[in-house]
């Protein structure tokens, strides 16, 4: 208890917390454990030693030291409470703890402001917002018809029997496969109706409502995690723009313009890859759901879209 004996308490009050050395916080840890300090007073004392630490080690603004020491703050009581008293003495602990505290708070606040920078900066965007990427096109009639999906269907029926009297099997089939395309446009009250005039089981076909959602979930959350990844590599473009800017090494540029190009086709990969990825349901959903193949998908829904301009008379 070499410290107990050397630190005199009541200097606390007469020298004041903004006089205290850093070497006597591990005495003051002491006499916390032993129940002669209060909680308040060692806390004050390492937060006063924080807030000044990046001002004296690295020379940081006040703002950002203040920003820091919001940041640090609410670790203090663990750090206090989980060192264990041995030789090391608190304040390397310390200290150490600060230092690697402060490079991931500096990183997240750069990253932020890079983060601000791209999104003012659309020419670091190495793609082009105009190019088209989509799935393919759904069939747009639910999405201009007026008619509750029950009274469409019958209306083919009608047109179908005096114009061209189809199979009604292969009618029904490319039928339904049109509602799954289109699900997101049709009202789950309208199911039922829509069950009965296919002769298809309700059940089955919530299910398969169900289903087709199940993936399309899936599906975004794919998106958002790609979305993501092309945003962290934004800020790799960036920050390789601005070590270019300010090289004056030929053969540092050319290995920055290497990496630039490098992140740019990744990140063009990478849009294209979310770009693809879109909240309708796509022939390969609907096949893998009816466990057919996709051609099937694909050239049902071709015809079908033939056969719906002829009878409406395009």
């Not at 050319?254 to 990969?269: E, M």
Request: with cysteine.
């Amino acid at each position: 208890m070499f410290a107990l004996q050397n630190f005199d308490c009541k200097s606390l009050k007469t020298t004041g917390m903004d006089k205290m050395k850093k070497e006597d916080l591990k005495t003051m840890l002491i006499f916390y454990r032993n129940g002669v300090l209060p909680k308040k007073k060692i806390i004050e004392a390492i937060s006063l030693f924080v807030y000044k630490f990046p001002l004296k080690k690295y020379r940081w603004k006040e703002d950002d030291c203040s920003e820091f020491f919001s940041y640090f703050f609410p670790k203090i009581n663990k750090i206090i409470d989980s060192f264990k008293i041995t030789e090391v003495p608190f304040e390397a602990y310390l200290i150490k703890t600060l230092k690697l505290q402060i490079k991931t708070f500096a990183l997240k606040k750069t990253t932020a402001e890079i983060n601000r920078k791209i999104l003012k900066n659309k020419e670091f965007w190495p793609y082009d917002d105009n190019e088209d990427y989509c799935a393919e096109p759904g069939i747009e009639f639910f999405k201009k018809d007026i008619q509750p999906t029950y009274s469409f269907i019958k209306n083919i029926f009608s047109n179908d029997k005096v114009k061209h009297r189809n199979n009604n099997k292969t009618l029904k089939k490319r039928i339904l496969l049109l509602i799954l395309k289109n699900m997101n446009h049709i009202k789950e009250t309208e199911i039922p109706a829509i069950a009965e005039i296919l002769n298809c089981d309700k059940g089955w076909l919530y299910e398969t409502f169900s289903k087709i959602n199940k993936k399309i979930e899936n599906k975004i959350k794919r998106k958002k995690l790609l979305e993501e990844r092309r945003n962290k590599h934004f800020c790799r473009l960036y920050h390789f723009h601005e070590l270019l800017s300010v090289s004056e090494i030929a053969e540092e540029k050319i290995k920055y313009s290497l990496v630039i190009a490098k992140i740019k086709l990744y990140i063009t990969n990478i849009t294209k890859k979310i770009d693809m990825i879109t909240p309708e349901p796509t022939h390969k959903d609907i096949a893998e759901i009816m466990n057919i193949p996709k051609g099937s998908v694909d050239s049902s829904l071709f015809y079908f879209k033939i056969y719906l301009e002829q009878i409406s008379g395009k």
